[in-house]
């Protein structure tokens, strides 16, 4: 009790700090220009490691306040999502080496351009340790729901998004909010699916294809469904994968969009060995983008949620066999 009050406290002071700086910038003040001064995603680095706190710290006044933090900090007019999740990176990094600096070795001098490989390995640790966490007590907690998938935000590196795609392959449901499940088809989890998404289709809207490692994870932990009966899907009250589910057919489909063949024979080819429902899905999801009129990665969103929460299977494109 007494660590989930000290830490209540510390999260009303960083919030009043950071309701002050806003504040005071709005009206051109600067005595609170020190919460300005640090990186979005260095402040939601260290943020996110409330969720390693004990699980009975994490009641309903902190995850309020975690909330709160995390809006303003993952708020666009505190930096695009590149700059964050660059700032968060680092931070991971100073954070973990602190405790591994030599005796008379200067902090100054750990971090430099050619050292992003080891930003990468402690990113991959704490992506590790967050997954851990969240199998064992955390996925009862909205906020760790709400880390894990920032942690799969494109703008971090595939080696981390592939790490945790194939660390809960057997756990995607887990990834959905209560909330989320109940309003499958809203805004909310629309938007949810926009942010794990790295753009529409690529010809259209000038966003990256998706490196092939992280299409490859995706299409691994679907193919573990081909045969059984029942596929992770996306149903309320279905209780299979949700969210996860969701933008991981998105992500598979804006790719095969940007085929120039969209025939059956090609799906066969690529996508076989997948689940019937699943290869279903995604040719559904490439085709409504390519006949969309700009192909952005919000219209995609709509698309594969509208796809995937349907329960009907006709006008299939392909067939057993």
Partial sequence: EESSLILISTLEILLFMEQQSIYSTLNSEAWSSFAGQIESGEKLYHLFNICFFPEGVLGDRVQELFMR????????????????????????YHHNRSSYIPRGRKKDNDLKDKNSKSETKYLIEFAKDSCSAFLEYGAQYDVFIICIRFLMRPGFC????????????????????????????????????????????????????????????????????????SLPKSEACGGGGG???????????????????????????????????????????????????????????????????????????????
């Avoid at 499958?184 to 092939?212: I, K, M, T, W, Y």
């Avoid at 933008?247 to 090609?266: H, K, M, V, W």
């Fill in 69 to 92: 933090l995390y809006t303003i900090y993952t708020d666009t007019g505190h930096g695009d999502d590149e700059d964050i999740i660059r700032s968060f990176g680092r931070a991971c």
């Fill in 243 to 321: 969210v996860f589910y969701v933008i991981a057919i998105a992500t598979i489909a804006r790719n095969f969009a940007s085929s120039g063949d969209l025939s059956e024979a090609l799906l066969r080819q690529r996508f076989g060995d997948l689940p019937l429902e699943a290869a279903e899905h995604i040719w559904k999801v490439a085709s409504s983008l390519r006949s969309s009129t700009d192909g952005t990665k919000g219209e995609l969103s709509k698309i594969a949620l509208k796809v995937c929460s349907s329960s009907s299977s006709s006008n299939k494109m392909i067939t057993e066999g």
């Fill in 158 to 229: 595939t080696d981390v998004i592939c790490h945790i795609i194939l660390h809960l392959q057997d756990n995607w449901h887990l990834l959905t909010s209560p909330e989320e499940s109940t309003n499958f088809c809203s805004s909310l989890v629309s938007h949810a699916v926009e942010n794990g998404l790295r753009g529409g289709l690529p010809s259209l809207d000038g966003s990256c294809a998706d490196p092939q490692q992280i299409v490859s994870a995706y299409c691994s932990v679907l193919k573990r469904y081909r045969g059984r009966s």
